[in-house]
């Protein structure tokens, strides 16, 4: 093969090697990212809780409650940079009686799942300003603590790390975020449930939660969630009277299934760009380098014709200046004539 070939497997070669770094730094970031049509259902569940009843104004306990919580992608007002999802939960009880209903618009950046200002963001449809991270935790989760905001509350918590754990076949990080009890609105209700004698008193209604999620960190996708949430009513010295709700939502078995299974897909993708894609690459790049310097090499030490040099060869072939003036007699020509010798090349 002629030197040429060499040259082009080495450009190629160096072209793919190229691409094995780029692949990772610049490929890979701009393909990983939230996507804008987000489309998930995750079912909480809680046995033995206790709530009240709104008509009876009576708590009733032993009660088991699921809750639905419903994303979907506004993929109209997403882009590049940011994905926008519209939320809805809704938690009732084995009856269907409804318990709880919230609704939630926000805005998040595609790949560091921080909250950004935009896009007529609401909670139960009332703007709000959402802050730190919301449904989904980064890609290249850290063991850190993270700022993780609370509809509720309506305030950011630090979401500290608490270890590793195996769960669903993966390896997950913990982490909890602590809501003191806050006040988060004002209901009129009959004094005689407050402990008053007033017939109307105005109750101010606190909430608390502990809110556990286990995370596969590669993904950033919550496998499983869990939220001691308690909420009550308080008189006027502060002191709890009335429970709303005092329960233990988890994510039911077939949901932390769903989400692993999600985790797994964007993990499987992740390791595609990052790692596979980069190694066939450069492992590639290299052995095609490596053959186009042996044809150069090869090619360089043939002669014109393609026949190797070998140290001992030298040119038969004598220049004009070489030649002698006048030829020497040669002792074979026959007496009374000379003839000159011509000598072919070989």
């Not at 519209?86 to 998040?108: F, H, Q, W, Y």
């Not at 560091?112 to 989760?141: M, Q, R, S, W």
């Not at 596979?276 to 090619?299: D, E, K, Q, S």
């Not at 190797?308 to 002698?324: A, C, F, K, M, N």
Request: proline share 6%.
């Amino acid at each position: 093969m002629r030197p040429t070939s060499g040259a082009i497997l080495v450009a190629a070669g160096a072209f793919l090697i190229v691409g094995a770094v780029a692949t990772p730094l610049i490929v890979a970031p701009a393909l990983v990212k939230v996507p804008l049509d987000q489309s998930s259902v995750t079912v909480s569940e809680a046995q033995n809780a206790t709530v009240l009843d709104f008509s009876t104004l009576s708590e009733r306990s032993g009660v088991n409650l699921t809750a639905h919580r419903a994303v979907r992608g506004d993929v109209n007002d997403g882009n590049a940079d940011r994905a926008v999802f519209n939320v809805g939960v809704r938690v009732i009880d084995d009856a269907d009686k409804e318990i709880t209903v919230s609704t939630d618009r926000v805005a998040l950046d595609r790949r560091t799942a921080e909250a950004v200002a935009c896009c007529a963001e609401d909670i139960n449809g009332a703007p709000f300003k959402h802050e730190g991270l919301t449904y989904t935790f980064p890609f290249g989760t850290e063991k850190k603590t993270y700022q993780y905001f609370d509809n509720t509350a309506r305030k950011a918590y630090p979401a500290k790390y608490l270890g590793t754990e195996k769960l669903q076949g993966l390896t997950v990080y913990k982490f909890e975020m602590t809501a003191e009890p806050v006040q988060i609105s004002e209901i009129d209700v009959p004094g005689s449930l407050v402990g008053s004698a007033e017939p109307t008193v105005t109750a101010g209604r606190y909430y608390a939660n502990t809110r556990t999620l286990w995370v596969e960190p590669d993904s950033g996708v919550i496998v499983k969630g869990q939220e001691k949430q308690l909420q009550t009513l308080r008189d006027a010295t502060g002191t709890d009277k009335v429970k709303i709700i005092d329960a233990t939502l988890i994510f039911n078995e077939e949901t932390q299934k769903q989400q692993a299974k999600a985790a797994k897909d964007a993990r499987g993708q992740i390791n595609l760009l990052t790692r596979t894609v980069p190694i066939a690459l450069g492992v590639l790049g290299l052995l095609l380098v490596l053959l186009g310097m042996f044809i150069i090499i090869r090619a360089t030490r043939r002669g014109p014709s393609g026949a190797p040099v070998r140290p001992g060869d030298q040119p038969t072939t004598e220049l004009p200046s070489q030649r002698s003036a006048e030829p020497a007699d040669d002792p074979t020509t026959p007496a009374g004539g000379r003839h000159a010798v011509e000598r072919s090349e070989p």
